[in-house]
């Protein structure tokens, strides 16, 4: 998905998450880590802090919630499992096939 958000003007989203269901029995926790955009949101409900709470069978629109640049983050968008502690990161970046393109 490739969009620009008229709130981020010049800034190229090149991935943006517009909306988050959990079919499974279990808690996940989405952490944001970018600079770049702040303030996502589920369903409209604003937070004060740099996660969401994704309980089992949660079903939401999601708004300024992206996959941030390998090159412009520390840590990525993670999915952490709640009980577990396992997590994923997420981050788009060029890769090795794609030397010489300008990104």
């Not at 740099?50 to 412009?72: C, K, N, Q, R, Y």
């Amino acid at each position: 998905v490739t969009s620009c958000h008229p709130g981020w003007p010049g800034w190229m989203v090149v991935c943006q998450v517009v909306h988050v269901r959990n079919l499974s029995q279990r808690s996940f926790r989405i952490v944001t880590d970018d600079p770049f955009y702040s303030s996502p949101t589920l369903d409209g409900g604003a937070t004060d802090e740099d996660s969401f709470e994704i309980p089992p069978h949660l079903d939401a629109a999601a708004e300024g919630l992206v996959v941030p640049w390998s090159s412009t983050t520390f840590h990525g968008l993670i999915i952490l499992e709640v009980e577990s502690g396992q997590l994923i990161r997420c981050t788009v970046g060029p890769k090795e096939s794609d030397a010489g393109r300008d990104w």
